[in-house]
T-cell receptor
Framework: QKEVEQDPGPLSVPEGAIVSLNCTYS??????FMWYRQYSRKGPELLMY????GNKEDGRFTAQVDKSSKYISLFIRDSQPSDSATYLC??????????????FGKGTKLSVIP | DSGVTQTPKHLITATGQRVTLRCSPR?????VYWYQQSLDQGLQFLIQ???????AKGNILERFSAQQFPDLHSELNLSSLELGDSALYFC????????????????FGEGSRLTVL
């Protein structure tokens, strides 16, 4: 079993739809949870960051972490064509000596159709 | 623009050859990370350097090596290349090595696309 599982999609939705992206993980030591967005031919960029369990909202984006179920989600409200990108979940544990290497999901490719 | 610069952007070479990928981190960032991204494996952590010293190692093959220089730029050396090494190689940098609330914030370059024929 991979440490982080993410449905690769692709996912296609109409503009204005609510999008739900999810990841599951197996490593109980993960305590930092992130979502990165990657546009075509670009490097990933940090979108949302959550420590431990709970919700975090930033504009149209909401990140949820359920550590008991080892499940994280990203919701995008009122999706826009500019949201079309690949979304990667990422997680890290404090591996000591100041190293916070990230474990990424494979990414979900999202297309928002005007 | 993340502030992380990678060269070259594209590289085509033959099996058995050796290439060097270069990364300049964001100004002031001491940590450099190398990741490999392929369609089937996703983004895989290779190695991390902090202020010139190796800090963590991931799924890096023995044919691959890296270093970080005193000016903080880093190079990833790939040798005895195989077809399966074709991938996007990303460099990322971060300011925080000892944790803190933004421990996971990596700033990625645009990647070097390696094609091995």
């Amino acid at each position: 079993q991979k440490e982080v599982e993410q449905d690769p999609g692709p996912l296609s939705v109409p503009e204005g739809a609510i999008v739900s992206l999810n990841c599951t993980y197996s490593n109980s030591a993960f305590q930092y949870f992130m979502w990165y967005r990657q546009y075509s031919r670009k490097g990933p960029e940090l979108l949302m960051y959550t420590y431990s369990s709970g919700n975090k909202e930033d504009g149209r984006f909401t990140a949820q972490v359920d550590k008991s179920s080892k499940y994280i989600s990203l919701f995008i409200r009122d999706s826009q064509p500019s949201d079309s990108a690949t979304y990667l979940c990422a997680m890290s544990a404090n591996s000591g000596a100041g190293s916070y290497q990230l474990t990424f999901g494979k990414g979900t490719k999202l297309s928002v159709i005007p | 623009d993340s502030g992380v610069t990678q060269t070259p952007k594209h590289l085509i070479t033959a099996t058995g050859q050796r290439v060097t990928l270069r990364c300049s981190p964001r100004s002031g960032d001491l940590s450099v990370y190398w990741y490999q991204q392929s369609l089937d494996q996703g983004l895989q952590f290779l190695i991390q350097y902090y202020n010139g010293e190796e800090r963590a190692k991931g799924n890096i093959l023995e044919r691959f090596s890296a270093q970080q220089f005193p000016d903080l730029h880093s190079e990833l050396n790939l040798s005895s290349l195989e077809l399966g090494d074709s991938a996007l190689y990303f460099c990322a940098s971060s300011a925080i090595s000892r944790g803190g609330w933004r421990a996971g914030e990596l700033f990625f370059g645009e990647g070097s696309r390696l094609t091995v024929l």
